[in-house]
């Protein structure tokens, strides 16, 4: 990774720890803990914190006036968390959590864009183009395809290995083949290294990825001065300039979803099937004075375009999955992503 990247990488990463521990390190031991004032402080909180409400379209003191006169003091924990989660959810952000003590929500937006939108159907996958023959080298699971010309490649979460190594023997494995698809439907994000590992494969031009702030004041657009981050070097690594077909969908998020963001910037590269459901701000959190914990994003990710895209990355190519395909076990935007690498279109 180029050290300037790691630099602005890791110092956004310290800052958003010692942000996140402002609020436990400052708050008193007998702060109270009664359904009102925990109501109030995650209000407060994502008021004066979080970092999305210009792309989510929310008017937070709207939310607050609709539901603080829900809460009163002799209310049941159960009623609380249900109240709070109403709150969250009208944020439509899968990196807004609340942890009760017997209880978690999430965005239920996310959930059913990931599972109402699926462009992805993994009997189709397994049995027509990984198939029983298929490899493992690290997160990557792939065989040829396309009678032999295209390697397929399915990396289901980036919390499993992507290195340099896993990529190069898959490309051992296959070195014929005239480009790969790059399959991450249904990836909902992990470890922002794996990332860099990847792009440290494909052809770098140091070009502009994206800018990144972070919310610094209690102001709604309150931000830090934009930070600029450029494509790794490849180091050691040979890049790989053939054709590659990166592989999206509703259920793509986080990690995955700025993934998609930084693969746009790569001219062998493109970003083919459903939008992404976002997720590209960095997100923090806290404890409540009743002890349940939360957190949300406190940074905003700016595309070369001048776009925010946390609410979804867009594909080059839309490519709805057909079920007259995946009825008969063929996964039309797989074929359509080979079609591409052989033919041009």
Known sequence: ??????????????????????????MPSDADPSPTSTFDHLWTQIDQRYSLFDVKDVDWQAVYDSLRPQVSDDISNDSL????????????????????????????????????????????????YLRADRHTTGGFSYNSIADGQVLYIR???FSSSASPQAFQTALQRFPETKGIVFDIRQNGGGE???????????????????TTQ???????????????????????????????????????????????????????????????????A??????????????FGVTRTIAPDGVNYENGVPPDRVVLLDPAA??????????SA????????
């Open 214 to 280: 972070i919310k610094n004041g209690p102001a709604h657009d309150a931000f830090s001065e934009p930070k600029a981050v450029y494509a790794p070097d490849n180091g050691d690594n040979k890049p790989y300039s053939k054709p590659f077909v990166l592989l999206t969908d509703r259920g793509c998020y986080s990690a995955a979803s700025s993934f998609a963001l930084c693969l746009k910037t790569y001219a062998n590269v493109t970003v083919m099937g459903d939008t992404t459901a976002g997720g590209l």
């Open 81 to 128: 968390f249900a109240v709070l989660s109403k709150m969250l959810n009208t944020l439509n952000d899968g990196h807004v959590d609340l942890w009760g003590n017997n209880d978690i929500s999430s965005s239920q937006e996310i959930f059913l864009q990931r599972y109402g939108k699926k462009n992805f159907d993994i009997n189709a996958v397994a049995l027509t």
């Open 155 to 157: 990396y289901s979460s």
């Open 192 to 210: 922002i290294q794996n990332e860099w590992n990847l792009m440290q494969m494909l052809p770098s031009q140091g070009q502009l990825l994206y």
């Open 282 to 295: 960095v997100p923090t959190g806290g404890a409540l004075p009743n002890g349940w914990r939360y957190r």
């Open 326 to 335: 995946t009825a008969i076990n063929r996964d039309n935007i797989i074929d």
């Open 1 to 26: 990774m180029d050290r300037n990247n790691r630099r602005i990488i890791i110092c956004s990463i310290v800052a958003l720890l010692l942000f996140a521990g402002c609020e436990k390190m400052f």
């Open 338 to 345: 080979a079609s591409l690498i052989i033919n041009g279109q």
